[in-house]
Structure formats: C-alpha cells, structure tokens
C-alpha cells in the first residue's frame, strides 16, 4: 500500500470515529428508547392512511390538505416505491401504508436527533451538556410519542431543525454560504409544507444568526437569502396545489384553509398552560382533574388537595425550570441573546396556542430547537446559579424517568388488556358494516381503535369506533343530527350500531374523560335524554359495556326526524 493511500485511509478512520464519537451514542439511545417505548397517542394517523389509501383506489377525497401538504403525497410516493417488498411480508395495502408512514417518522426524528447535536456542536457548547439535553430532546413527550406515529409534525421538525443548523453552521467561503443560506430556506419551506404552524417559528429561525451572534454583514446576507428561498418554495408549492385542485377564487382558498382546522374551535390560556407542560413531561390524565376543578364540574368535583396529592408538581417543577432559565441567561451577554432567541420563537407559538387548541401536545413543537438550544446554553454558563443547574438537571431526570415509564411498551400492554376486556363479548358479534359509539371521543377504546392499529383486535375483527361527541369542536352542536344520519346509513348498508351503556347514565363516570362544563355547548343529561327515547337491546360486558341499537321502525321514525331538522338541536348550559 502506497504511503498516500495509507494516509489516506487513516484520515478516514479518523473521520469516521470523530463523527461516531459525537452521534454515535445520542443515536444508540435514540434506537433503543423508540424500541423500548410506543406512541399512546396516534394523533390523525388513521385519518392520513384512509386518505393515501383511497388515493391508491383511485378516488381523492381529501388528498391535498392546507396544513399537512406535504404529507399525504409523499407518504403515497413511498408506499408506491416500496410496495413490492411491504407485499412481500404479506401486507394488506392498508397495514403497508401504516408502516410506510411510521418509518417516515422515525427516519425523520433520527434527523432531528442528529441535527440537534449537529447544532449544539456548531454553537460550541460543552460536549457532555450536549449529549445531555440531546437525549433530554429524545425523551421529551411531544417528540417520544409524535416520532412514533404517522402524522407530518417530525418531519417538519427535522426540516426546521437542519435549517437552523445550516444557517449557524460557520461557511468557509462566500459561494458556500449563499448556496447553505437558499438551502436552509428551501428546509423551512419544507417545514411548513409538512405542518403550515411552523410558519411562527421560521422568523427567529431564520434570525438566529444575528440574534446569536450580532449584526455582520454576511449575516445579513443569510437573513436576506434564505427567506426569499423559503417564500419562494412555500408560494410555488401552495400555488401549484391549488390549480391540481381547480381552485381559482379566494373565497375557494378561504374554504379550503378552513377545512384544515376540522370544526376545532378550543382556546384558552389555562389550555396553553397545562399543554405547554404537557408537552415536555407526561401527566397523565391528571389535566382533565384540574379542568374539573377550575371548572367546577358538577358531575365529578374535584377538591384543591386532591390536586396537590396528584402530578401538581410536574407543573410546579416544569414552570421552576423554565423561570430558573430565564434567569440563567439573563446573567451574561451571550445568554440575552440566547434569550431573545428563545422569546422571539416561542412567543408567537404560545399565543396562537391561547387562541387555538392550546391543549394539544404537538403544538409546541415548533419552539423545541429554541428550548433545548436555550437549555444547553444555559446549562454551559459560567454565571450558572447552582441552585439553578439543580433545577434544570432535576427537570431533566423527572421528565426523562415520567416519559418512560408512561409509554414502555410495558405500560401501554396492560392498557389495551383492559380495553380489550371490555369489547370481548362485543367482538364476535360484530358486522362488516357495524359502527361502535361511544360518548366522547376521549373514550380509551376510541383512542385504543386509532393509536394501535397492529393490535390484533384491531386486525382481525370488524371493530370500527366512533364517538358521538367531540368537544371543542362544532360538531357538538349537531351531535343527533350526525348520529341519526350515520346510524339510517349502516342500517340501509346492513351493518348494526352499538352503542356504549353510558348513554343512559345519569352521571359520566369519573374515569371517562368528562368535564362538564367544559364545553357550554353540551350536556351530559343530554345523552341519556336522547337515548332514553330509542329502543336498546341486546346489552354485551359489564356496566361499561353496550347495547345494540335495532333498527325498529319506531327507532327509524326518531333517527329519521332527527336527521331532517335544519335548527340546531343542542341544549345549551350554563
């Protein structure tokens, strides 16, 4: 061997250990959490695979989507180039597409994972803090849960997080920083294609240079470039769509964006403040006890010391950790600046959370390159208050032990053995064309039918849920109507309607995910209002089981004059 092909091979040994010394162990943790843990929560994945999978079929229904344009078509481009392997392992085209979007996700958060190391690096931080607030990242419930389902949230991430490491990685020439600069912007564009939200955090995104690292001429070269490259992608991608779609007028574009928001029209700052939390640490369902007791629920009242007996303190410490941040960084030039970073990224996500949806654990995803970013920085400072590193590593610790614990595969086993205990004498009866109703779409067996879709249960048997309800959406001011309509339906398609005992209950168990009040537009009494008035047979399971819904004629007559009503048919509370 030649001396220079020696060298050579020794560079690139040398090169291949570097990068395995920095990646390597965030990614070994990374493969070993998402096989040890599952998603509890599969957000709208069911939704996405019924629409590529009609896509496949020939029919289109609802294929382009404002707010994940992205997603659908690339997750049907491959399913499409791998089709022939996933047939291979005897997959139906339903169960191929699941997976499909399921490796989308995963390939893109081992994105994120890098990424975020990647950045930290660039930035120069300490290398044991990097490592640490990294898996601090990877334990984090929005991303552990939102990396192991198949909706478009991660991806976007990865694309927002590779942008920002593009834009504050250091250029050695000037052709090379414009071409990273149009790069990073093409990145964010992808971000918001994949999930419109990330459009509040592309701004400080695309400021991070000269937040971090001052006012510099190159700088503001980056800062002129890549939002031009993103305006551009997002406009070219959105205008293209709206000509597949034959859609030419703004009343049109303003229907089709509506559409994306599916009737949600929940707010509120108390919403933000226990799902920004949320979205960091798991607390069970420990935040539909404190809605009942701000609320004050009539049904299920809730006392102040049973909320200190519960994971008050998860939200206590959360909040202590981010207040001690705040401080931590307020105490050195370069935190300040890590700060305005943080603020100017996060800020416009949290209030569009008051206004909208503040609740759910995705929402915050945007703002998480500038949290750890921030977190990092903090965590490396040499005016770090003890008491607050503490604090944060505390956070750290809680947060990683609660996730884990919450979504082991382990944990999430015993909960589908209790739902499924509760469908046993239901199952066998059950028609291709059947529907199950539960109350709320909250159920555990709506969530059990959606987020595990490999269960065997959910495989094998005609079991397909629906809820009768779903608050915070406008949907709760036609529930009969919509009830009737899908009942006459699967009756006239020879399928039969369950639904859950519940209905007829004078009061919602303390179990089931009820706050009344919560949504003014409902009432529990109106449930057993209504189907006290229709026949029920056929009761299946324990108190918690169902009752067949026969399709009598006086049943017909009352469905049938429910569906023709125009008015609303809500009794409205409070």
């Known amino acids: ?13 040398m090169t291949l ?31 996405y695979v019924r629409s590529i999978v009609a896509r496949i079929e020939g029919r289109y229904d609802s294929f382009w989507e404002f707010g994940h344009l992205f997603w659908r078509p690339l997750g049907w481009l491959s399913f499409q180039a791998l089709k022939g392997l996933l047939a291979g392992f005897g997959m139906t085209t339903r169960v191929g597409v699941i997976w499909t979007l399921l490796a989308l996700n995963w390939i893109a958060g081992l994105i994120c994972v890098l990424a975020l190391r990647a950045l930290f690096a660039s930035l120069r931080e300490r290398a044991w803090v990097n490592d640490l607030v990294t898996v601090a990242f990877i334990f984090a419930q929005g991303f552990l849960n939102n990396v192991q389902i198949g909706s478009s949230y991660i991806p976007g991430l990865a694309c927002l997080m590779v942008g920002m490491y593009l834009l504050l990685r250091r ?13 990073a912007g093409v990145m964010f564009g992808c971000a918001i294609c994949f999930w419109f939200l990330y459009l509040w955090a592309i701004p400080a995104a695309l400021l991070s240079p000269l937040l971090l690292w001052g006012f510099k001429q190159t700088r503001l070269r980056q800062v002129a470039v890549a939002p031009l490259t993103c305006t551009l992608f997002v406009g070219v991608a959105y205008l293209l769509v709206l000509g597949l779609l034959g859609i030419h007028t703004v009343a049109g574009v303003r229907e089709w964006i509506a559409s994306a928001s599916h009737g949600n029209d929940t707010k509120g700052l108390t919403r933000m403040v226990f799902g920004l939390a949320r979205s960091f640490i798991n607390m069970g369902n420990d935040g539909m006890l404190f809605k009942r007791f701000l609320i004050g629920d009539v049904y299920n009242p809730v006392s102040l010391w049973t909320l200190l007996q519960l994971s008050l303190w998860k939200l206590a410490l959360f909040y202590l950790c981010l207040l001690t941040l705040v401080v931590t960084l307020l105490r050195s030039l370069g935190g300040r600046r890590t700060l305005a970073l943080l603020a100017f990224g996060s800020l416009p996500i949290v209030c569009f959370a008051i206004l909208f949806d503040g609740g759910a654990v995705e929402r915050y995803l945007p703002l998480y390159p500038f949290v750890f970013v921030a977190l990092a920085y903090g965590l490396c400072s040499d005016r770090l208050w003890k008491p607050a590193n503490y604090v944060m590593l505390a956070f ?8 884990l ?16 205990a509760r469908t046993a004498e239901l199952e066998p009866r059950l028609k291709p064309q059947s529907k199950v109703f539960t109350v709320t779409w909250l159920d555990e067996l709506v969530n059990f039918n959606r987020s595990f879709p490999f269960h065997p249960i959910n495989v094998r048997s005609n079991l397909l849920v629906n809820s009768l309800v779903t608050p915070g959406t406008t949907q709760v001011e036609h529930w009969r109507e919509e009830f009737a309509k899908q009942t006459l339906t699967i009756w006239r398609n020879g399928g039969d309607v ?36 229709l026949e029920l047979t056929t009761p299946t399971g324990n108190e918690d089981g169902f009752l067949l819904v026969p399709p009598s004629p006086p049943n017909q007559q009352i469905l049938e004059e429910a569906q023709a009503k125009t008015k609303k048919l809500i009794t409205r509370t409070g």
């Open 17 to 47: 250990r570097f990068y395995l010394r920095r990646f390597g162990p965030v990614a070994a943790i990374y493969v070993l959490v998402t096989l040890g843990t599952d998603a509890f929560f599969m957000a709208d994945t069911a939704d």
């Open 1 to 13: 061997m030649q001396p220079t092909t020696r060298m050579k091979s020794s560079t690139n040994w």
């Open 498 to 533: 369950w639904v859950s005992k519940q209905v007829l209950w004078e009061r919602p168990p303390s179990t089931l995910n009820w706050v009344e009040g919560d949504d003014k537009r409902i009432s529990w009494k109106d449930f057993p209002a209504f189907f006290s008035r």
């Open 405 to 420: 614990i919450a979504m082991s595969k382990w944990a999430l086993s015993r909960q589908q053995d209790a739902v499924v």
């Open 171 to 183: 250029p050695d020439s000037n052709s090379r920083f414009t071409l990273t600069s149009a790069l």
């Open 396 to 403: 750290i610790v809680a947060a990683t032990a609660t996730n």
